[in-house]
């Protein structure tokens, strides 16, 4: 598992031992990357059950301002802490051990992208979509990776379903809120 692009382009990271951790390949993290590409300047980026934290060190690698990682694995928090020191990323990125929905429930925090890629078949991104909502920025981007077999909703209050890609056993659903004006520039 390496970096793929930007200032931390081609390091290696560690993947915490165990199969409780998926770590996203490659295919999918160049892809999410792509979609992305012009959003992570300058962004504030949330990894909820961040693993390795692969996910937000390439967000910081192609220009995020800051990260905040949470996981509730001891061994994957010190895996993650090792990767944001191997990539130079200690200063703009706060890890967290603790429960997603105990963190969306006191944080007060606004995030610019969020991404989440929760343990597959346990139901818990529809629990945690409408948690994280009130900590999204106003143009803020929600990518969600999951099982195939999982619908997730069109829209989630001003949150509305942009893009579903399916990579074999993955689906990146990609959320983007609604731009209220928008819809008045183009009457």
């Given at each position: 598992?390496?970096?793929?692009?930007?200032?931390a382009?081609?390091?290696?990271?560690?993947?915490?031992?165990?199969?409780?951790?998926?770590?996203?390949?490659?295919?999918?993290?160049?892809?999410?990357g792509?979609?992305?590409?012009?959003?992570?300047?300058?962004?504030?980026?949330?990894?909820?059950?961040?693993?390795?934290?692969?996910?937000?060190?390439?967000?910081?690698?192609?220009?995020?301002?800051?990260a905040?990682?949470?996981?509730?694995?001891?061994?994957?928090?010190?895996?993650?802490?090792?990767?944001?020191?191997?990539?130079?990323?200690?200063?703009?990125a706060a890890?967290?051990?603790?429960?997603?929905?105990?963190?969306?429930?006191?944080?007060?925090?606004?995030?610019?992208?969020?991404?989440?890629?929760p343990?597959?078949?346990?139901?818990?991104?529809?629990?945690?979509?409408?948690?994280?909502?009130?900590?999204?920025?106003?143009?803020?981007?929600?990518?969600?990776?999951?099982?195939?077999?999982?619908?997730?909703?069109?829209?989630?209050?001003?949150?509305?379903?942009q893009k579903?890609?399916k990579?074999?056993?993955?689906?990146?659903?990609?959320?983007?809120?609604d731009?209220?004006?928008?819809?008045?520039?183009?009457?």
């Open positions: 598992m390496r970096v793929i692009t930007g200032s382009r081609g390091r290696k990271l560690l993947t915490p031992e165990g199969l409780d951790t998926r770590p996203t390949t490659d295919k999918v993290k160049e892809a999410i792509s979609a992305l590409q012009f959003d992570f300047c300058g962004a504030k980026v949330l990894d909820l059950f961040a693993g390795s934290g692969q996910m937000a060190v390439e967000a910081l690698s192609r220009g995020a301002r800051a905040t990682l949470i996981d509730t694995n001891p061994k994957a928090i010190a895996c993650i802490r090792q990767n944001i020191d191997h990539c130079g990323f200690s200063e703009i890890v967290l051990r603790t429960d997603a929905v105990a963190f969306l429930q006191r944080c007060r925090e606004q995030f610019d992208i969020a991404l989440l890629d343990p597959y078949e346990n139901g818990i991104l529809p629990k945690i979509l409408p948690l994280l909502i009130p900590h999204m920025a106003k143009n803020g981007i929600i990518v969600c990776e999951h099982e195939p077999e999982l619908q997730l909703p069109e829209r989630i209050e001003n949150f509305y379903l579903v890609k990579y074999g056993k993955i689906t990146v659903s990609i959320y983007r809120a731009h209220p004006e928008a819809a008045e520039d183009s009457e």
